[in-house]
């Protein structure tokens, strides 16, 4: 039987998501692991592990911690939020323009 996981998923992709920030800032592999290791009280083989893990997965690690196809998912949804949002705005503002000419005409 395993050991019980010390660190959620989330906790991972955190963690794989600062260490890819550290390498866009121009540090090195090892400095980056170091350095995330010891913000968030991971060990920097455990840190290399969950990083090997996520390229042979082929999910690119992203600043946010989500894979590609996660994000896109999530920038869909929220387009569509947006749209729907922006309809109700036009809507309520012909609403309100027509009132106020109603009113200016009595």
């Known amino acids: 039987m395993s050991a019980p996981r ?9 963690a794989v998501g600062m260490y890819a920030d550290r390498l866009r800032d121009g540090e090195s592999k090892l400095a980056a692991r170091r350095k995330v290791g010891e913000l968030l009280g991971i060990n920097p083989a455990t840190l290399r592990n969950w990083i090997e893990a996520a390229e042979k997965a082929e999910r690119p690690v992203q600043p946010s911690g989500l894979s ?8 869909k949804k ?4 947006l749209r729907r949002a ?3 705005l036009k809507t309520a503002s ?5 009132a106020e000419l109603d009113r200016r005409l009595r």
């Not at 010390?6 to 955190?14: Q, Y």
């Not at 196809?69 to 920038?75: K, P």
């Not at 012909?94 to 027509?98: E, G, I, M, S």
């Open 86 to 88: 922006n309809e109700i």
């Open 68 to 75: 590609l196809t996660d994000e896109n998912a999530r920038l």
């Open 78 to 81: 929220e387009n569509a939020e």
């Open 6 to 14: 010390k660190f959620d998923a989330e906790t991972r992709d955190r």
């Open 94 to 98: 012909a609403f309100f323009a027509q």
